[in-house]
């Protein structure tokens, strides 16, 4: 057996069973990682959201992105913990505030909050199919392509909030010229 069978013997040994068993490749291992660390980021910033929502389905909705990180980031840490990789720092819990309190000129804006999460949406869809495209662990695979269709389902509710407020500002759009 030459060395480019015993290497393709070695890897296909590994590589074949139980998915979980399987090793996580450095891809694998620093996407995961990082969808942790950015998620702590955007539930800190979340938590700030809401204290700054004046209106009540945006609100809501904030708090449903969160859920949703959450929910991510508890199958994350399942996914890097029995993989032996250590978990990155999270910020901590953000206070409530009242929306009264906080200075006019100091406040985010509705429309404002709702493209951030928005534009954060679209970059996690992005993201999640990268990871799926470079998964080679099946389970992490499908692990996001669930990620990513919340995201879609998710970024479908935003959309619809965005056009209903008139929040929505549009790209150019192509208008047929009159003939």
Request: charged content about 20%.
């Amino acid at each position: 057996m030459n060395l480019k069978q015993n290497i393709r013997s070695v890897v296909m040994g590994i590589l074949s069973g139980n998915p979980k068993d399987e090793p996580m490749h450095y891809g694998e291992i620093y996407g995961a990682w990082t969808h942790l660390l950015t998620n702590h980021g955007m539930i800190a910033g979340y938590q700030v959201y809401v204290n700054h929502t004046g209106d009540s389905h945006l609100k809501k909705l904030v708090e449903e992105a969160i859920e949703g990180l959450k929910n991510e980031n508890k199958q994350i840490e399942e996914l890097l913990k029995a993989n032996g990789i250590g978990l990155p720092p999270a910020p901590p819990e953000r206070p409530v505030a009242k929306l009264e309190d906080i200075p006019p000129g100091a406040r985010f804006l509705d429309p404002e909050i709702s493209a951030s999460v928005s534009k954060d949406v679209a970059a996690g869809l992005v993201a999640c199919s990268s990871m799926i495209g470079q998964s080679i662990r099946e389970d992490i695979g499908v692990m996001y392509g669930q990620f990513h269709l919340a995201k879609a389902q998710f970024g479908a509710k935003m959309l619809k909030l965005n056009k209903e407020k008139g929040w929505l500002v549009p790209p150019p759009l192509q208008v047929k010229a009159s003939e």
